[in-house]
């Protein structure tokens, strides 16, 4: 009789416990979904998920050194990351990259850089993981097992350029068999340059008469870059109409940023940009180039806080300054 009872509480232990089991591995983390353009892998499930309005993250192109990354590529808007996890505990980390490849291709996106084990780097692999890029996600859910290098990793960018993502597989410590972190980057420039007015020649003019600097929000740049964005076009032009209209003056042309990022990195981009609007200024519009100096004060003169996406959206601007030669 004892015997019989105690079969059945066995029995009952080992059906709650499979019972719980399959429905944790069925059910994705409360409140996290997939990213829209980015197919997951058929059977794995949201481990971990979180989201920022606004970031700016560096994605590896290349492989790991002892120094870092041998190249990468900085992408700036809303952050989401992933970790997944698999109902079935022998599943690859080889077809979890294969199965991502082929889905991102098939949507459209270039894969910038793919690779496996000795691939990444140093120490198969193992060395790439650890550069810390990818410490955001492993506090809250994995770290590779470190005997075994089975990692592979691949970074792609959606035809339109909005999308930049990254995947990182491997076999995790603790029993927890093969995750893939997935980190996303979705920007929306529309967005933020549809929250400001464009300013009127006059407004322009007013601004640097009364305070010697204007703030222009609607001079826009790709992200990481100094290319100047179509949608600036119209600011320009009154920057160009204002100094027509104004023989006498002279304009010190300021790019600022927001503090996303490290600072030298953002007084270079920031000089860079300024540099760009007065290449614009003199080559379509023919202003005298000894009219116009470029500036960059990367972070250094916030507007306002930095702390929300709005905030950072005002600090992210060009300057005039009224110059004197």
């Not at 540099?275 to 507007?303: C, K, N």
Request: with cysteine.
């Amino acid at each position: 009789m004892k015997t019989t009872v105690y079969g059945w509480l066995l029995f009952i232990l080992f059906f709650i416990f499979f019972q719980l089991k399959t429905a944790h591995a069925q059910d994705d983390v409360a409140g996290s979904g997939d990213h829209p353009m980015i197919e997951r892998v058929s059977g794995s499930y949201i481990y971990t998920f979180d989201s920022s309005e606004y970031e700016r993250i560096e994605f590896p192109t290349g492989p790991a050194d002892s120094d870092g990354f041998e190249s990468a590529l900085m992408a700036e808007g809303e952050h989401l990351q992933f970790s997944y996890r698999f109902e079935e505990e022998d599943v690859s980390t080889m077809r979890v990259k294969s199965s991502y490849r082929q889905a991102l291709e098939q949507a459209g996106f270039e894969i910038l850089f793919a690779g496996s084990e000795d691939e990444l780097g140093y120490r198969n692999g193992y060395g790439f993981f650890n550069t810390g890029e990818f410490s955001r996600s492993d506090r809250r859910c994995c770290t590779p097992n470190t005997r075994s290098h089975d990692i592979r990793y691949l970074a792609a960018r959606s035809q339109d350029g909005s999308v930049t993502m990254n995947m990182l597989s491997f076999r995790a410590q603790l029993g927890m068999g093969t995750v893939a972190l997935v980190e996303t980057i979705t920007k929306d420039v529309m967005e933020t340059a549809m929250g400001h007015q464009p300013l009127s020649a006059d407004e322009m003019g007013s601004g640097l008469e009364q305070h010697g600097r204007v703030a222009v929000q609607n001079i826009l740049f790709d992200i990481d870059s100094d290319d100047i964005l179509p949608e600036s076009a119209e600011a320009l032009e009154t920057i160009a109409g204002l100094m027509e209209d104004q023989p006498g003056l002279n304009l010190l042309v300021v790019g600022h940023t927001d503090n996303t990022g490290n600072f030298d990195y953002n007084l270079s981009l920031s000089m860079q940009r300024a540099s760009s609007v007065v290449a614009y200024l003199t080559e379509e519009f023919g202003i005298a180039e000894d009219r116009l100096q470029s500036a960059g004060a990367g972070m250094m003169a916030p507007i306002t806080t930095n702390r929300t996406e709005e905030g950072r959206a005002l600090n992210r601007r060009v300057e005039l300054v009224e110059i004197s030669h």
